[in-house]
């Protein structure tokens, strides 16, 4: 189950972040360069559930 919602997560990264690592069940994300808008992250979030 915890693999199939990961999967998805994963997915669902519109936004092109990379994968520093995926630990248990949290997976961290990062990207370099000018930050992106509070918003632009909360819209990629909404959009995916």
Known sequence: MIASLLGAIIRNNTLDFHISE???????????????????????????I
């Open 22 to 48: 995926i630990e248990g069940d949290a997976i961290l994300f990062y990207k370099y360069g000018t930050a992106l808008p509070v918003t632009a992250v909360l819209l990629q979030f909404e959009q995916s």
